[in-house]
């Protein structure tokens, strides 16, 4: 199996490599100064085998993968219904830093865009807020098995220039989403975005999700199988944000983007994959990391709705 699947990530990066097309994020300096052409692939199995090929040791800010993972702790901090209250599960069809709520329900429409992610900051538990990050640093580290670290200059530079994001948490704030301070839930957020993986830590991580919750390598538990369940049905529906439609149709996973270039997909009992390559298309998706998934997801069969 070893040499088919090592195989198989070499001739899908190689038919890849060539896309340059999309741009890098460049809404702040930092993202807009990386390497345009990194380019790496990493596949971990739910019993904690690593494939790699590539720039997969390359660091890289989490961004919007972390919304998955912060979910997943405020699911844990406070239950489902809890939780359920302020943050509905239905996809969007929008970009994901939209300034909306449902206009009936008046909740985020789901934890994967700008909205519902500052609303799972703001639901974290916590003395202080240095403690409440340093419970989202660890609880992250725990599904990649080992202790990630925090990006401040890129932190510095999202904070300086993220008054969209601070609308945002205003807005909810008016609604009584968020229940205190909107800029802390709004700071926090803009910390958990910047924390620092590889391509290897987040095939790690979405395996830690495909194990059920626990981390192959460790075997330490970062998650509740019922809530691996709820946050995999959200990353299904709505991972991809407007893109998501088509991501489900030729991919097939439960899966989450980031503007730092990463993308992340759980085949769930099966594996873990993850792409880093930060030039992205209209909705925000790494263009490589996209094709590269739909590539893997053919030549491996990886659908979940696929028959054999
Ligand atoms: N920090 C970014 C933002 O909130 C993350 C967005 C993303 O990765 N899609 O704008």
Redesign the pocket.
């Known amino acids: 199996m070893s040499n088919v699947v090592d195989a198989i990530l070499c001739r899908v990066h190689e038919l890849c490599r060539d896309d340059t097309t999309g741009q890098v994020a460049d809404y702040i300096p930092e993202l807009a100064a990386v390497t345009p052409d990194g380019f790496g692939i990493a596949l971990t199995t739910a019993d904690g085998y690593v494939y790699e090929v590539g720039d997969t040791r390359l660091p890289f800010t989490i ?2 993968i972390s919304k998955p993972f912060t979910y997943a702790l405020a699911l844990a901090d406070r239950g489902l219904d809890a939780v359920a209250n302020k943050i509905d599960i239905e996809p969007s069809g929008e970009p ?2 939209e300034i909306s709520l449902d206009p009936i329900t008046e909740r985020p429409r789901n934890p994967m865009i ?1 909205a519902g992610a500052i609303t799972s900051a703001s639901l974290i538990a916590g003395r202080s807020p240095q403690d409440r990050f340093e419970r989202i640093r660890a609880s992250y580290s725990r599904y990649a098995g080992r202790s990630l670290t925090f990006n401040d200059a890129v932190y510095r530079s ?1 904070a300086r220039t993220g008054n969209r ?1 601070r609308a945002i948490g205003y807005m909810l704030r008016s609604f009584d989403i968020i229940e205190h301070d909107p800029d802390a839930a709004v700071d926090l957020y803009f910390r958990q ?1 910047s924390i620092d993986v590889t391509a290897a830590d987040l095939a790690m991580m979405a395996a830690t999700m495909a194990n059920n919750g626990v981390n192959p390598r460790t075997r330490e538990r970062a998650l509740a199988p019922a809530l691996v369940e709820r946050v995999l049905s959200v990353m299904t529906t709505c991972g991809m944000y407007d893109g998501a439609g088509d991501w489900v149709a030729q991919v097939g996973m439960p899966a989450k983007s ?3 270039g990463g993308i992340l997909a759980v085949l769930p009992g099966q594996m873990g994959i993850a792409v880093y390559s930060p030039r992205l298309d209209s909705h ?1 998706n790494s263009v490589r990391g996209v094709a590269a998934c739909r590539e893997l997801s053919s030549r491996l069969e990886l659908h979940f709705l696929h028959v054999t």
Do not use: K
Request: net charge negative.
């Open positions: 961004q919007s994901f830093n700008n999202e994001n975005c980031g503007v730092g925000g």
